[in-house]
């Protein structure tokens, strides 16, 4: 069996070499053609294969991507996430050490995918990184936009002053708020319960600290709390705190006392938290005994 897989290595090798002579242009060679110049300076080229949608990806964002990273005449990635079924929120600016790829991604939209060449100046540079990428190497990656959170917004409005926080308009504070939401929603899926409640009670505090000016205003705010409070009961509840979770749910009935979500959550809660007493009674009887 190792004779006829030499046999066939060799024969790979001979109509490789075939390929290479018929035609002498190389495969990235083969794909410049069809790419945009980024930059303007040939460094980064740019293919759409499926376009997105929405607004290209801000400056200083947290991005959630798929990337394979290849080097020429080679068909398998030196990196990848596809692999994954939960890839890494990374944060532009932080996160994504490569220049190129961080540049081509302030190009893309959510839901896109596309092919990337990079000089090394803007991948790896003469260095390269051994022994994966040798110096002076040119690499093509592959990127798909999953989602994307505008964290630099975020940043920005939480580094305020309380009074800068109170006299900014109230649509920044609501965006801010959503997207910490949007943060939690993204741990609570993937089982990270402390991290959501994190993100959920930050985006409480914000709402908290302002200072209402109107009644339309406070209504606003109401408005946004009581998905937060029907969220957070929920991940007390992941988290076995049903007191809490009763806590947050009388919250948002408050609100809205016909809220379908509150009253089915508060009922949950009940439920679990009568499951909770039980449980403590039955084993508070067996240590007496």
């Keep these: 069996m190792s004779g006829n897989g030499l046999i066939s290595s060799i024969r790979s090798m001979i109509h490789a070499d075939e390929r290479l002579r018929s035609n ?5 060679e083969q794909l410049r053609p069809q790419m945009n110049d980024v930059l303007g300076d040939g460094g980064i080229l740019k293919e759409v294969v499926q376009l997105g949608e929405g607004p290209p990806v801000p400056q200083n964002a947290s991005v959630l991507i798929h990337y394979s990273g290849f080097l020429e005449y080679s068909d398998r990635p030196f990196e990848t996430t ?3 079924k939960y890839p890494r929120m990374m944060k532009l600016g932080r996160d994504v050490t490569l220049a190129g790829l961080e540049l081509g991604l302030l190009t893309m939209k959510k839901g896109e995918f596309s092919r990337f060449l990079f000089q090394p100046q803007y991948a790896y540079g003469e260095m390269g990184c051994p022994p994966f990428i040798p110096s002076s190497a040119v690499v093509l ?6 989602d994307y ?9 939480i580094e305020m002053s309380p009074e800068e926080q109170n006299t900014a308009p109230l649509s920044t504070l609501l965006e801010v708020v959503n997207t910490q939401r949007s943060f939690g ?21 914000l709402l908290g600290n302002r200072e ?8 606003k705010i109401k408005i946004a709390l009581l998905p937060l409070y029907l969220n957070l009961s929920l991940t007390e509840l992941r988290l076995d705190s049903p007191h809490k979770a009763l806590k947050y749910s009388n919250k948002a009935l408050e609100i809205d006392s016909a809220n379908t979500k509150a009253l089915f959550r508060c009922g949950q809660v009940r439920r679990d ?12 009887n067996s240590h007496r005994l």
């Design 212 to 219: 209402t000016q109107s009644d339309a205003e406070k209504e």
């Design 82 to 84: 596809t692999g994954f």
């Design 185 to 205: 929603n993204r741990c609570f899926n993937q089982s990270r319960y402390d991290n959501a409640k994190d993100r959920y009670k930050q985006a409480l505090m």
């Design 149 to 157: 959170l505008d964290s630099g917004q975020v940043d920005d409005f």
């Design 141 to 146: 990656y592959e990127v798909q936009i999953l």
């Design 273 to 284: 938290l009568s499951l909770f007493l039980f449980i403590r009674k039955e084993d508070t």
């Design 24 to 28: 002498t242009q190389s495969p990235f």
